[in-house]
């Protein structure tokens, strides 16, 4: 790969899917199944930290990541991997809308221990999601 604008936008893509790669299995493993320990009132201030300081460092990754994937697309439209890759970071974002954020805010507000079980099952959707594009992307470089 030689080293260009287009290049230096690839390598931030990748990095910020590697970190949210990494930030999502940790979730997965280690943040979510943490919920169960609590009970209701020590879940409600865990959730409330949680979701603070999880979005203080997603956010600005899911940004870069976002704005770095419309820029390569753009930039490399006539390459398959690069809609694949939009799709996937698409799925990413639904899942969040629309699965994360609303079992959340339900644990958050204190209701059934069910949900952490149906939060940590619904977060596999994301957790597939960049875990291909890592290995997507990663080979693509390798490739390029």
């Known amino acids: 790969m030689k080293f260009d604008l287009v290049s230096f936008i690839i390598l931030t893509h990748y990095s910020a899917t590697l970190m949210m790669t990494g ?10 199944p943490l ?3 609590f009970k209701e009132k020590q879940r409600f ?27 390569i697309l753009f930039r490399l ?10 799709f996937f970071i698409s799925l990413s974002w639904w899942a969040t809308v629309f699965y994360q954020i609303p079992l959340l805010l339900d644990l958050k507000e204190g209701e059934n221990i069910p949900s952490v079980d149906s939060l940590t099952r619904k977060n596999m959707t994301r957790t597939f999601s960049w875990s291909f594009r890592s290995i ?8 390029h």
């Open 45 to 71: 201030e865990y959730c409330s930290k949680y979701i603070s300081k999880a979005s203080n460092l997603a956010v600005p990754i899911l940004i870069t990541e976002l704005v770095t994937g419309v820029l």
């Open 136 to 143: 997507l992307l990663f080979v693509y470089i390798l490739t």
């Open 23 to 32: 930030i999502i299995w940790f979730a997965q493993l280690v943040f979510y």
């Open 35 to 37: 919920f169960k320990m």
């Open 77 to 86: 439209f006539d390459e398959w991997i690069w809609y694949v890759n939009l």
